[in-house]
């Protein structure tokens, strides 16, 4: 057996209310093979079901996020009816089967990071990426197309034409133009990912774990079955979260003039 072939794929950790979820192949640029798929999704269940976490942060161990799926691996496990990568317990980390996480997901990214890995940070909900940091979907390159997701966020994203310009070439993004194409939101130096991604879960994590749910949900409403379906559904979520425990703290807090400290009840 090769040295560190029973390794865990995933790092879990956990840093007060957020849950740390690293991607750990370093020797092959985090290329993911189906143990990484698998513990991944293992990973998101975690943060879905435990109420005690209110955010994911997702990064990479090593110089690269990811150098994309490992084919040799993958590919065989590939059936008729697609790939099926979620065990009991888990949650799809691309979020296009099944139920999606219900708290918000902050990404570190340096170095390389295709395919897959540009779906990730699709479906996440902050993406921070120091300047080594390049993207690339470059599945059409490979005879396939991008089957995470994709096809569908990165119009949404960045627009029409910035998406088909990478997705129909291949091409890859370095970072100054995905911070510029809206693709990140955070641009910083090398080396400062991880520790600046940190400071925003922890700044989401402090908030009120309920409303920060609630309001992750009406803004995927929104995107998903459009603004009617949001709209309808803004007045009864805050009428349930005003009968929260949090609420009360809340209003304490803001007549006191103090940090509020919420409980996520």
Known sequence: MAPGTDRPRVTVERDGHVLLIG??????????????????????GELDRDPDLRVGLLFAHGDHFTAGLDLGDVVPAVTDAGLDVVPDGGLDPW??????????????????????GVELALASDVVVADRSARFGQIEVSRAILPFGGATIRLPRRVGWGDAMRYLLTGDQVDAEEARRIGLVQDLVDVGAAHEHALVLARRIAA???????????????????????????????????????????????????????????
């Open 23 to 44: 991607l750990d192949r370093p020797e092959k640029r985090n290329a993911a093979d189906l143990r990484m798929l698998r513990e991944l999704a293992l990973a998101y």
């Open 95 to 116: 979020q296009v089967h099944g139920r999606q996480v219900s708290k918000p997901v902050v990404m570190a990214v340096q170095g390389t990071c295709l395919t897959l």
């Open 207 to 265: 908030q009120a774990p309920l409303a920060v749910q609630a309001t992750l949900a009406n803004a995927r409403l929104a995107v998903r079955e459009g603004d009617a379906a949001a709209e309808a559904a803004l007045q009864p979520e805050l009428v349930r979260l005003l009968a929260t425990h949090d609420a009360r703290i809340g209003f304490e807090a803001f007549a006191s003039r103090t940090a509020a400290e919420f409980t996520g009840r």
